[in-house]
Nanobody
Framework: QVQLVESGGGLVQAGGSLRLSCAASGRTFSSSAMGWFRQAPGKEREFVAAIRRGTSTTNYADSVKGRFTISRDNVKNTVYLQMNSLKPEDTAVYYC?????????????WGQGTQVTVSS
């Protein structure tokens, strides 16, 4: 079992920044990749970013490339999502995920989600 706890969401104006954190516990931090997904009201959950543990290879959705940066601290078992130049369309609940497959498909473990609201 893996437990994931997100933090760092909130309300920010367009153009602002937020950093999300996801602390993993339980199973040894041995997954090949972890990532972030988001779900806006009335929409399906979508991929945002992923990072592989061994090589720190990253992958991003086109909608966030150049604005968001995913990183991980293997000692702290924590994954981060730095979000810059935020837009109102980034408003969503953001979920951390463990065991991302093919750097885009979600694994079996999810965090509880953290709300990000971007005002125009």
């Amino acid at each position: 079992q893996v437990q994931l706890v997100e933090s760092g969401g909130g309300l920010v104006q367009a153009g602002g920044s937020l950093r999300l954190s996801c602390a993993a516990s339980g199973r040894t931090f041995s997954s090949s990749a972890m990532g972030w997904f988001r779900q806006a009201p009335g929409k399906e959950r979508e991929f945002v970013a992923a990072i592989r543990r061994g090589t720190s290879t990253t992958n991003y959705a086109d909608s966030v490339k150049g604005r968001f940066t995913i990183s991980r601290d293997n000692v702290k078992n924590t994954v981060y999502l730095q979000m810059n130049s935020l837009k109102p369309e980034d408003t969503a609940v953001y979920y951390c995920n463990y065991g991302v497959a093919a750097m885009t498909r979600p694994g079996d473990y999810w965090g509880q989600g953290t709300q990000v609201t971007v005002s125009s």
